[in-house]
C-alpha cells in the first residue's frame, strides 16, 4: 500500500503566482481531506470531499485557495494568486469513508515557500 | 462549533519517566477521538483513538482515558523513550449525530525524552 501521496514535496515560488498542490488518496479510499500546518494555527482543515463531492469548505481561508476532486484517485489545491502568509505545510489526508470511527491517514504533505 | 484545547504546549521527561498530555473538548456531541504523533518533518501519525462508550483503552505503553462528563480526554504514555519525542496532536471528531464529520485537533504538545 503507497499511501497518500503528495507532490511536490517541496514549493517555493514568488508571491502572485498561481499554486498547484496535489494528492492521491489511498486507493479505495472515499474521503478526502486538505489541511494547512503552520506554527501560529496548528493543523487547520481547509476542505473535504466524499466520493469525489466537496462536503465542506468552510476552513477555506480566502478566494484565491480552490480545490477540486475530478475522480477518485486525484485531488489539487490550488492558491492563486500566492502570498507569503500562505507559506505552510499542506497536508492531504484520506480515510475510507465519513464514518464517525474511519482513521484519516496523512500523506508526506508539500512545503510551501512563497517569497 | 467544536474547540479542543490542548496542554501543556511543551513537556520534558527524562527518559523511563511517564508523560501526560490532557485535551478537552466543547461540543458534547463528539464522539471519537483520535491521537497523532508527528515526528519532526514527517506526517502525522494515528497512534491510538478511544470512542465515546469506552472509558480507557490501552496499547502497550501507551494509553488514553476518556471522561465524558467532564469532555476530556488524556494520553498516557509510561517508560518513555527517546523516539517518544515528537510532537502529539489530540483530536475530536464529530458526525454521529450532527452529519458534519470533522476531525477538529488541538494545538499539539511538544513532548521532549531526555536521556
Known amino acids: 500500500d503507497a499511501g497518500v501521496i503528495q507532490s511536490p514535496r517541496h514549493e517555493v515560488t514568488e508571491m502572485g503566482q498561481e499554486v498547484t498542490l496535489r494528492c492521491k488518496p489511498i486507493s479505495g479510499h472515499n474521503s478526502l481531506f486538505w489541511y494547512r500546518q503552520t506554527m501560529m494555527r496548528g493543523l487547520e482543515l481547509l476542505i473535504y470531499?466524499?466520493?469525489?463531492?466537496?462536503?465542506?469548505d468552510s476552513g477555506m481561508p480566502e478566494d484565491r485557495f480552490s480545490a477540486k476532486m475530478p475522480n477518485a484517485s486525484f485531488s489539487t489545491l490550488k492558491i492563486q494568486p500566492s502570498e507569503p502568509r500562505d507559506s505552510a505545510v499542506y497536508f492531504c489526508?484520506?480515510?475510507?469513508?465519513?464514518?464517525?470511527?474511519?482513521?484519516?491517514?496523512f500523506g508526506p504533505g508539500t512545503r510551501l515557500t512563497v517569497l | 462549533g467544536e474547540n479542543v484545547e490542548q496542554h501543556p504546549s511543551t513537556l520534558s521527561v527524562q527518559e523511563g519517566d511517564s508523560a501526560v498530555i490532557k485535551c478537552t473538548y466543547s461540543?458534547?456531541?463528539?464522539?471519537?477521538f483520535p491521537w497523532y504523533k508527528q515526528e519532526l518533518g514527517k506526517r502525522p501519525q494515528l497512534i491510538i483513538d478511544i470512542r465515546s462508550n469506552v472509558g480507557e483503552k490501552k496499547d502497550q505503553r501507551i494509553a488514553v482515558t476518556l471522561n465524558k462528563t467532564a469532555k476530556h480526554f488524556s494520553l498516557h504514555i509510561t517508560e518513555t523513550q527517546p523516539e517518544d519525542s515528537a510532537v502529539y496532536f489530540c483530536a475530536a471528531s464529530t458526525g454521529a449525530t450532527s452529519g458534519t464529520y470533522k476531525y477538529i485537533f488541538g494545538t499539539g504538545t511538544r513532548l521532549k525524552v531526555l536521556a
Open positions: 461540543d458534547s456531541a463528539s464522539n471519537y
Open positions: 489526508a484520506s480515510s475510507l469513508d465519513l464514518a464517525w470511527t474511519d482513521t484519516q491517514y
Open positions: 470531499f466524499n466520493n469525489n463531492v466537496p462536503i465542506d
